[in-house]
T-cell receptor, first 111, second 113 residues
């Protein structure tokens, strides 16, 4: 089955810096790669996703890149703000949205 | 606005009890999911359902069962609760296999003593 590894487990940056979170997956059949953000005490929410026919996707300060050959994908956050502080989960999946999630990255943005 | 609700935010049960966790979504979503969330382990899929009365095992189904008698409601059942089932349980729903986003409920923190 699919296995998703996520690094780093914690990431501390200064406000205004960039943050990068990386994930690798094992199943070459996976074709859908979402990223979820979970603020403290709240439910996970989708922030961006990418499908395997696309190499990069951007939405304002966040972007995701996908390298199918190497089976890894990354989340990039530019100009970080304190409200970006949260736990971020990557996931990989195929049909029926049976997603396998990474173990999460706790991002702390200091003012 | 999609709303996914769970019957309890906090629940304390004793070892051996039968436990029911209820999830309801109000957006006519086809797919529903149950995950457990543990520190350092992320979200792990227990069961999911893509239609009424249909269910599929996820990655960690042992010790759990599910029921989906109506489209809007998906129940997770712990037949005989054990201490290693102490966890945060999250329900989610999504419109179809073509629609990417899963909408999560607020979670139920279950403690088994």
């Amino acid at each position: 089955g699919e296995n998703v590894e996520q690094h780093p487990s914690t990431l501390s940056v200064q406000e205004g810096d960039s943050a990068v979170i990386k994930c690798t997956y094992s199943d070459s059949a996976s074709n859908y790669f979402p990223w979820y953000k979970q603020e403290l005490g709240k439910r996970p929410q989708l922030i961006i996703d990418i499908r395997s026919n696309v190499g990069e996707k951007k939405d304002q300060r966040i972007a995701v890149t996908l390298n199918k050959t190497a089976k890894h994908f990354s989340l990039h956050i530019t100009e970080t703000q304190p409200e970006d502080s949260a736990v971020y989960f990557c996931a990989a999946g195929t049909g029926f949205q049976k997603l396998v999630f990474g173990t999460g990255t706790r991002l702390l943005v200091s003012p | 606005d999609v709303k996914v609700t769970q019957s309890s935010r906090y629940l304390v049960k004793r070892t051996g009890e039968k436990v029911f966790l209820e999830c309801v979504q109000d957006m006519d979503h086809e797919n529903m999911f149950w995950y457990r969330q543990d520190p350092g382990l992320g979200l792990r899929l227990i069961y999911f359902s893509y239609d009424v009365k249909m269910k599929e095992k996820g990655d960690i189904p042992e010790g759990y069962s599910v029921s989906r008698e109506k489209k809007e409601r998906f129940s997770l059942i712990l037949e005989s609760a054990s201490t290693n089932q102490t966890s945060m349980y999250l329900c989610a729903s999504s419109f179809s296999i073509l629609e990417g986003e899963q909408y999560f409920g607020p979670g139920t923190r279950l403690t088994v003593t």
